[in-house]
């Protein structure tokens, strides 16, 4: 497209279009074509594309102080935390600052084995964590994991949806079970109703730290605040990132004080960590999801999606299934989607995959419904033209 594959390593799915800006749910290539982003920077554009908080605090900031280390103080960063120790779940009152959603796994996991003494850890079959060496061992899918081992020892993979086979698999090496409350890559995969509060009920009787990965569900894409309020479920340690800076690189980690304060000093750092850029930016995404009433606006809009996906569904026998909350919404196919991917953007859409044949929605919470109608609009005529390929009918 602009000659990037020149240079760039050839580790990442390209799509065809050259992005030279973005506001709000839309973006426009270098030609000026329009597109209605639901890709949303695979969820970074959580609170929109140059939000208008987020750039004002980013010219402040990079005006004042770029970067602190964290072995000083600075308000930019307190005023962060304290915004975000209003809205945290109860009980998780610590933070460690990171750079990225892996990163953040990868804390999490050294905070819980260092706080239980034991190195195991149960994941769920279908988890994705990301690709760094802790993270993908306890990511699922062999197509990741296969060139790079061996990863960490003594983990184990459990059915998501099964809690007695996660009982099953806990032994004296078990300190740790991770879960995403809401799997993405997997395919947008939503828990039975009873699934989470009976994996809080099992780590707490056998006393194991849960971890949940919401670096994609949570901070109001689900509609609500942390994904797993939808099941008054509340994790030991919770790891965020993507949209935390509303497009600026960070990733945190809550943790409950008991097991924070297990670890030494120096046991964990970060020299990026925590910088008052990014602190900056954050700060400004909590107070347009809480003060602007995204988190609001990702219910109300994420079910009109929701519910015009599903008549679409009535429509396209192509479309075997719509999944998701909020603003996390997943199409799933009878077919491989690449072509309709592809086809979406030829006419002003992006979407994503999740697997070979799931569509991915994780569009800016800011999108409005004539926005979501026009997206299904485009995304109907795509399927249609899909299936007239297929000879569907």
């Not at 990163?103 to 079959?125: C, H, Q």
Request: aromatic fraction near 6%; proline fraction near 4%.
């Amino acid at each position: 497209m602009n000659g990037e594959d020149n240079y760039l390593a050839n580790l990442y799915q390209r799509f065809p279009v050259n992005v030279a800006r973005g506001k709000g749910a839309k973006v426009w290539d270098t030609a000026g074509k329009e597109y209605i982003d639901c890709m949303g920077g695979y969820g970074v554009a959580l609170v929109g594309h140059c939000n208008d908080r987020v750039v004002e605090a980013i010219k402040k900031q990079a005006e004042t102080l770029i970067t602190a280390h964290m072995s000083v103080y600075n308000d930019t960063r307190l005023q962060f935390m304290q915004k975000m120790a209003a809205v945290a779940p109860p009980g998780l009152s610590k933070m460690f600052f990171t750079n990225s959603g892996t990163e953040s796994v990868e804390a999490a996991l050294k905070f819980a084995r260092k706080y239980t003494g034991k190195a195991g850890v149960i994941a769920m079959n279908g988890a994705y964590h990301g690709k760094t060496f802790g993270a993908l061992s306890v990511t699922y899918n062999e197509k990741y994991r296969k060139s790079f081992m061996p990863l960490l020892e003594g983990v184990k993979f459990v059915p998501y949806s099964e809690p007695e086979k996660l009982e099953e698999a806990i032994d004296d090496s078990i300190g740790a079970v991770i879960l995403e409350p809401i799997q993405g890559e997997t395919g947008i995969i939503v828990p039975p109703d009873n699934l989470i509060p009976k994996i809080r009920e099992i780590c707490d009787r056998r006393k194991l730290v849960l971890i949940f990965d919401e670096i994609q569900a949570g901070l109001g894409r689900t509609g609500k605040m942390w994904a797993g309020q939808n099941w008054n479920t509340t994790p030991d340690i919770m790891c965020l990132a993507k949209g935390i800076a509303g497009g600026v690189p960070m990733g945190l980690v809550l943790s409950r004080q008991e097991i924070m304060d297990a670890m030494k000093l120096g046991e964990h750092s970060s020299t990026f960590g925590g910088s008052p850029l990014a602190c900056a930016a954050a700060s400004a995404t909590m107070d347009a999801l809480t003060q602007d009433g995204l988190v609001e606006n990702a219910a109300r809009v994420g079910k009109h999606f929701k519910e015009s996906l599903l008549r679409l569904k009535e429509k396209h026998r192509i479309i075997r299934e719509v999944r998701g909350l909020g603003m996390m919404l997943g199409v799933e196919l009878r077919f491989e989607v690449k072509d309709v991917l592809f086809d979406g953007i030829s006419h002003g859409l992006l979407t994503l995959y999740s697997g070979r044949n799931i569509i991915r929605l994780l569009p800016p919470l800011v999108m409005d419904e004539a926005t979501v109608s026009r997206a299904v609009e485009i995304m109907d005529s795509v399927l249609t033209r899909e299936e007239q390929r297929r000879n569907v009918s």
